[in-house]
């Protein structure tokens, strides 16, 4: 069995990869999809035998090993970004607050920035005092209003 896959990788490779890298629209990708797929048929053929047409059962396996390496390549990038994001914000949260500060002096930091946010000029001056009175004194809407 190995020697007819052989055979038919030297007669038929040539077509199998034009028609992947046709499909695909990477010369890379194509042939890596084209190794997957004829190590598929070792695995697969010797138990079920040689399909009618194993050129088309190739370029069919070896599309789908494509979509399967590049979903992992999107999951790898996704997944390698969020942790890039997590160390970002674990460093930034390093920056505001250094370790020699006392938990006391970073609280005040804290508050003195949160009012002067809620104080921001872009604000009307009843939503500042309102704000302020909400978010830094902790009153109620009604106790405000």
């Not at 084209?34 to 370029?59: K, T, Y």
């Not at 994001?85 to 607050?97: D, F, L, P, T, V």
Request: hydrophobic share 45%.
């Amino acid at each position: 069995m190995a020697d007819q896959i052989g055979l038919l990788f030297r007669n038929e490779g040539g077509r199998v990869l034009a028609t992947l890298i046709r499909l695909l629209g990477d010369f890379e990708l194509a042939e890596d999809a084209m190794q997957d797929a004829f190590a598929a048929a070792l695995m697969q053929w010797p138990s079920e035998g040689i399909p009618a047409n194993p050129r088309a059962w190739l370029v069919n396996v070896g599309r789908h090993k494509a979509i399967d390496r590049l979903r992992r390549h999107m999951r790898f990038l996704a997944k390698r970004e969020q942790l890039e994001a997590e160390q970002m914000s674990e460093y930034r949260i390093g920056e505001w607050i250094p370790e020699e500060e006392t938990a006391e002096d970073a609280l005040q930091d804290d508050v003195l920035r949160l009012i002067f946010t809620c104080c921001h000029p872009a604000l009307p001056e009843d939503a500042q005092i309102a704000l302020t009175l909400r978010t830094i004194c902790g009153l109620t809407t009604g106790e405000i209003a």
